[in-house]
């Protein structure tokens, strides 16, 4: 089994900026693929960023130069730096990794977080 566990989230003003991260843990063999999803109340869930293992990134057109994704692969953590936020970015923040567990053989694998609530306050 792998775990995802997120933190960072919180309440903050338009403009104001959080960092969310996230921790895999657990029969971990790979991990091909981080990233941030996120839910807003009544709202289809979106990508918003992520990165693959190589370092490529990939942005939600709306946080493009607000939003940072980075990793640290040796400790198989994501972080979210989002800055310049606002009312539109409210939502509950989900961690996805796609990789394979170490008795997976050649099966990719989808994992979720729990989810962090971001709320920005205008």
Known sequence: QVHLVE???????AGGSLRLSCAASG?????NFMGWYRQ??????????????GGILNYLDSVKGRFTISRDNA????YL??????P????????NAIGRTGNSGGRMNNFWGQGTQVAVSS
């Open 27 to 31: 029969s971990i063999f790979s991990i």
């Open 88 to 95: 539109e970015d409210t939502a509950v923040y989900y961690c």
């Open 7 to 13: 933190s960072g989230g919180g309440l903050v003003q």
């Open 75 to 78: 400790k198989n953590t994501v």
């Open 81 to 86: 730096q989002m800055d310049s936020l606002n």
């Open 40 to 53: 807003a109340h009544g709202k289809e869930r979106e990508l918003v960023a992520g990165i693959s293992s």
